[in-house]
């Protein structure tokens, strides 16, 4: 069983910057970031191999956002710039113990609780 626990959400203008935080009880094969928006599914955002030698990353967020890991302090971050009234979202922490699909919501078996990301206009 793994504990994911997310932080740093808040309010921020359009081109201001966040930094996600997400602390695992353990280290994991792969960690990941996913967000949902009001009405919307839950999409893909970034993920990382245990390693950090790999990075996965939704299109259209390629360049704005960077995820990167910790495992000394079993941590996993999202750096978010540039950030835009679309990017407002409940964003989940995801992690699994096997080989998968990076992309795909149903791959990863552990969730944190979420962390509200708001950005205005």
């Known amino acids: 069983q793994v504990q994911l626990v997310e932080s740093g959400g808040g309010l921020v203008q359009a081109g201001g910057s966040l930094r996600l935080s997400c602390a695992a009880s353990?280290?994991?094969?792969?960690m990941g970031w996913f967000r949902q928006a009001p009405g919307k599914e839950r999409e893909f955002v970034a993920a990382?191999?245990?390693?950090?030698?790999?990075?996965y990353y939704a299109d259209s967020l390629k360049g704005r956002f960077t995820i990167s890991r910790d495992n000394a302090k079993n941590t996993v971050y999202l750096q978010m710039n540039s950030l835009k009234p679309k990017d407002t979202a409940v964003y989940y922490c995801?992690?699994?113990?096997?080989?998968?699909?990076?992309?795909?919501?149903?791959?990863?078996?552990?969730w944190g609780q979420g962390t509200q990301v708001t950005v205005s206009s």
């Open positions: 990382i191999s245990r390693s950090a030698t790999s990075t």
């Open positions: 995801a992690a699994r113990d096997y080989f998968g699909s990076w992309y795909r919501s149903q791959e990863y078996n552990y």
């Open positions: 353990r280290v994991t094969y792969a």
